[in-house]
């Protein structure tokens, strides 16, 4: 059975930092691509970044680029975000997603598996 359990969400001012961890299990992910995606109240789910496990290679929204960083431990099987500088319009449920190999990495329908979510509450 395949789970991704998402950690390390909370409540931070804005300026402040956070790192969320997605653990993954039940099938192998090598050749996945792992992504973060993220819904705030009365708002669509929208794309945050993904990782390719094999390459490492990396995407970013434009809205998170330059402030949070995607990464990946491939022998805990675990995906990280990294948050910096998180502003109130970061205030979402946090999702962490999986998708085998190929394209849509950016899109949330093309993704098989999801976490429960974590929430993200930043303060003004």
């Known amino acids: 059975q395949v789970q991704l359990v998402e950690s390390g969400g909370g409540l931070v001012q804005a300026g402040s930092s956070l790192t969320l961890s997605c653990a993954a299990s039940?099938?192998?992910?090598?050749?996945?691509?792992m992504a973060w995606f993220r819904q705030a109240p009365g708002k669509e789910r929208e794309f945050v970044a993904f990782?390719?496990?094999?390459?490492?290679?990396?995407g970013y929204a434009d809205s998170v680029k330059g402030r949070f960083t995607i990464s990946s431990d491939n022998a805990k099987n675990t995906v990280y975000l990294q948050m910096n500088s998180l502003k109130p319009e970061d205030t979402a449920v946090y999702y962490c997603?999986?998708?085998?190999?190929?394209?849509?990495?950016?899109?949330?329908?093309?993704?098989?598996?999801w976490g429960q979510g974590t929430q993200v509450t930043v303060s003004s």
């Open positions: 997603a999986a998708k085998p190999a190929g394209l849509g990495a950016t899109m949330g329908d093309a993704y098989n598996y």
């Open positions: 039940g099938r192998p992910f090598g050749r996945d691509t």
């Open positions: 990782i390719r496990w094999s390459t490492g290679y990396t």
